[in-house]
């Protein structure tokens, strides 16, 4: 027992505190003793304060917490027990006991102090007002005592392992959100939670679990009261609330416990789904510019916010981010931490916003910012930084596709029949569209019908076309997406249309039979584009495996004549890629015939300068409507 505690030391105080302290620590004592105790303490000196620590002691005794039956009757001698232990424990708390000021003394209260505590807050619903703590008290003035006395709160097995105590940690976390009406009040609370969560060891996957059941039962409410720590009403603590929960997100440091991946996978989910993101980001613009910004923090936010859109489908949330100011958060990053933020800038601006600028919203919510995020990065002093050459690429990657975007609402509704045989462009609306399917148009009943028979089509009607973005039933983009991932297609197209013919004759020097598809991997920046066998790409065994409707597309590439082009275009969702099939169609096949006839006429040590060449002159030759990609 801590020397602290020892009634002895109420000796110490002036003759007239003793009689008080001294009375109140008798087996009869009253409410009123106890008040009057803690009006010498308030009033004490601070080198006094401890000396009244012997009468909390002895009023805190456990042996002393109402029973089940004295709950249900709750009589006046019960009322008195409850309400003088809430006293005793506000009064503990006023004293601001720490591991510093009197080590070892934690250890000697925890046995007395957890007791009461945890009989509070499990009977806090049965308990009146008038008795009980408040939940100032109960939860975070507690946990303040928890974090002075027991630090590394992880390598405190006294308090890690008691049982409920994590429970407990859950329940406190969700009466913050009953705490935000005193936005100064909030600020402290969550402080308080905020230090514990950090302290502890919560990556442990049972005492993750128990957390969970403190915070509501689900993980989903786990995820909602991580994303209320970080509301703009809880202040200055934006880098504690931040490395309370890297554990959680990032994983356990060292060799420590840690969760499953499914079930963190699981959690960050939920995170996304709780706006964590757009929150995480608003905050990060905020910070970077305050006084406790500094380069290490900035750091671990772009670190855990790379973490959270590592994810399958993470180009739903780049909208909100972009709009929570990720751009803006970036350029005042690059400015505030010349070279020290270079390497996670630089990794958003080559690999994670160009992958998912395929995606209509996420273009669109970048061209909502693209003009002041531009002349902050044309000022002179932005140009002197070693990152700006990323930033002009990056730049100008925006800008051709917010181009590409502005202009789909004036493209034209033109659409090719999807009779191989035919293939003539007209407009859509005076199309003929397929009612089984809903996918495959044709000029006229003529058309529908050859393809019915001769095309294929009957066979294949009801699973047709379930990987190409014209299918909106098996698609997960919107129409506005799937629009301008043809957009992206037809622009590289144009642009590399001469490359494009020539690894088509390449491969046909060698396989003449060959069935050629076009793969536009958008995987990478820039795109890379490249022409294949189908029985020879990277892609086949993936293709293979969709079964009918791959095997669909093949034959009427077959049955073309040329005027049907397999273009595949690959993207990235997140953690993996997916891929989309976009026919190419064109009213024409004389230059799929002119490629295929110079490829069958080309020696097996040809010189690719002459194969160039030769392509240049039969695209030249080639009237705009055979170049004309339609899908």
Not at 18 to 36: I, M, Q, T
Not at 110 to 130: A, G, K, T
């Amino acid at each position: 027992m801590h020397r602290a505690v020892d009634v002895k030391n109420l000796q110490r105080l002036p003759s007239p505190h003793f009689r008080v302290a001294l009375a109140a620590c008798k087996d009869n004592s009253s409410l009123d003793d106890l008040r009057r105790v803690g009006s010498l303490l308030d009033n004490a000196p601070a080198s006094q304060k401890i000396l009244y620590l012997p009468v909390l002691y002895l009023a805190l005794d456990p042996a002393r917490i109402p029973t089940a039956e004295d709950l249900e009757s709750l009589q006046p001698c019960t009322v008195i027990r409850v309400t003088y232990a809430s006293l005793s424990l506000a009064m503990l708390f006023r004293l601001w006991i720490t591991k510093s000021s009197h080590p070892g003394l934690g250890s000697t209260l925890w046995p007395r102090v957890w007791p009461w505590i945890h009989f509070m807050h499990e009977q806090v619903e049965y308990l009146p007002d008038s008795i009980a703590l408040t939940e100032i008290i109960l939860y975070f003035r507690f946990l303040d005592f928890v974090s002075a006395n027991f630090k590394p709160l992880r390598d405190s097995l006294l308090v890690t392992s008691t049982p409920g105590f994590r429970v407990f940690v859950g329940k406190a976390w969700a009466a913050l959100s009953r705490m935000k009406s005193s936005p100064e009040q909030f600020e402290i609370c969550v402080q308080s939670v905020a230090l514990t969560l950090w302290e502890g060891d919560f990556t442990d996957p049972v005492h993750f679990m128990e957390l969970i059941d403190g915070a509501g039962g689900g993980l989903q409410d786990l995820a909602r009261l991580s994303a209320e720590l970080f509301d703009p009403t809880a202040g200055q603590l934006f880098t504690l609330c931040l490395s309370c929960l890297v554990p959680l997100i990032m994983g356990a440091p060292d060799e420590r416990p840690d969760l499953d991946p499914s079930l963190r996978e699981e959690y960050l989910e939920m995170l996304r789904q709780h706006d964590f993101l757009p929150s995480l980001v608003a905050r990060m613009d905020a910070f970077v510019d305050t006084a406790e910004a500094d380069s290490e923090s900035m750091t671990a936010c772009f670190t855990v916010l790379k973490r959270l859109l590592h994810a399958p489908r993470t180009y739903r949330w780049f909208p909100s981010v972009i709009r929570a100011g990720l751009l803006h958060t970036m350029t005042r990053a690059s400015l505030r931490f010349p070279g020290d933020l270079d390497d996670s800038v630089r990794y958003f601006l080559t690999n994670i916003l160009p992958e998912v600028m395929v995606y209509y919203h996420v273009v669109t919510a970048i061209d909502e910012v693209l003009d002041s995020v531009t002349k902050v990065c044309h000022r002179k002093e932005f140009e002197a930084l070693a990152i700006f050459d990323d930033w002009s690429e990056f730049l100008d990657l925006a800008e051709m596709r917010v181009e590409l975007v502005r202009e789909l609402a004036d493209a034209s509704a033109l659409k090719a029949c999807d009779n191989v045989e035919c293939g003539e462009l007209q407009d859509r609306s005076h199309c003929r569209r397929c009612s089984g399917c809903n996918s495959f148009y044709y000029c006229n009943r003529k058309c529908q019908m050859v393809d019915w028979g001769r095309g294929g089509h009957r066979n294949q009607c009801n699973s047709s076309t379930m990987l190409a973005l014209a299918d909106t039933r098996n698609c997960t983009l919107g129409f506005r997406e799937r629009q301008f991932m043809r957009a992206l297609l037809q622009y590289a197209y144009r642009q590399e249309v001469d490359s494009i013919y020539r690894q088509q004759a390449e491969v046909l020097v060698a396989d003449p039979d060959a069935v050629l598809l076009t793969l536009f991997d958008y995987t990478w920046s820039p795109v890379q584009i490249t022409v294949h066998s189908i029985a020879n790409s990277p892609i086949t065994e993936t293709l293979d495996k969709m079964g009918v409707e791959w095997a669909d597309f093949v034959s009427r590439a077959e049955c073309s004549r040329g005027r049907m082009q397999l273009h595949i275009i690959q993207v990235s969702d997140g953690i993996n890629s997916r891929l989309w099939v976009i026919p190419l169609r064109t009213s024409s096949s004389k230059v799929h015939d002119a490629v295929r006839e110079l490829a069958l006429n080309l020696s097996t040590d040809y010189d690719n300068e002459d194969l160039a060449n030769e392509i240049s002159a039969i695209l030249e030759e080639a009237d705009n409507s055979d170049l004309v990609e339609i899908h």
